[in-house]
Structures are given as C-alpha cells and as structure tokens.
Nanobody, 121 residues
C-alpha cells in the first residue's frame, strides 16, 4: 500500500509565504507524477499544480507566478512553495501521486489526508 504524508501549511497573512511537502512511502515501482489539489468550503476540489517525473509542470491560472511545484524523484517527495498568498488561497490542500505499483501495471492515483492553509489578516 502507498501512503502520502503531507506537512507544512498553517496560517499566514496576505502577501506571506508557506511551503507544503508531501512524502510517498510504501512498496511500488515508481511515481509518474505528483500534484496538489485544494478545496475551499463550499467549492469543488481543483488542481493547483502538478509535476511529472521528468519535470513537466502545470499550474491553475490563479497561482501562476506565485506558486512553484517541484518533485524529488529520489525521495519520492513533492513540494509546493506558495508566495504572495491571498485570502482566496485559503483551502485544504491535498497531495496526490500517480504511482506505478509494478513495472507492468498502470499508475494508480493516491491521495494524502489534506492540510489546511489559511490566509487571513
């Protein structure tokens, strides 16, 4: 089984910065991609950013230029650096990983438990 454990998050004032980390553990062949979703109260869950194992990144328009995602293949970790935070960034942030259980099997998506990010003055 694969587990994703997130760390970071918390509360910050508008304009501040926070960093999120997520580590994948368990028995698997490899990870194709990792990412971060977020869900604000009453809103649908949305993809914030994703990164592939060969460093192709993708961001939702609202965070472009402010957030940076990176992946450490050796450590099976993904990071999200969030700068110039706004109140509308307030949400629960979830880590995801597209994991290949074995060389022959296709990827399976796993989710972390979520971590709260609150941007407020």
């Amino acid at each position: 089984q694969v587990q994703l454990v997130e760390s970071g998050g918390g509360s910050v004032q508008p304009g501040g910065s926070l960093g999120l980390s997520c580590a994948a553990s368990g028995s698997f062949y490899g990870i194709n991609a990792m990412g971060w979703y977020r869900q604000a109260p009453g809103e649908d869950r949305e993809l914030v950013a994703s990164v592939t194992s060969d460093d192709n990144t993708n961001y939702v328009d609202s965070v472009k230029g402010r957030f940076a995602i990176s992946m450490d293949n050796a450590k099976n970790m993904v990071y999200l650096q969030m700068n110039s935070l706004r109140p509308e960034d307030t949400a629960v942030y979830y880590c995801t990983a597209d994991v290949r259980p074995t060389y022959w099997r296709g990827a399976v998506t796993y989710w972390g438990q979520g971590t709260q990010v609150t941007v407020s003055s």
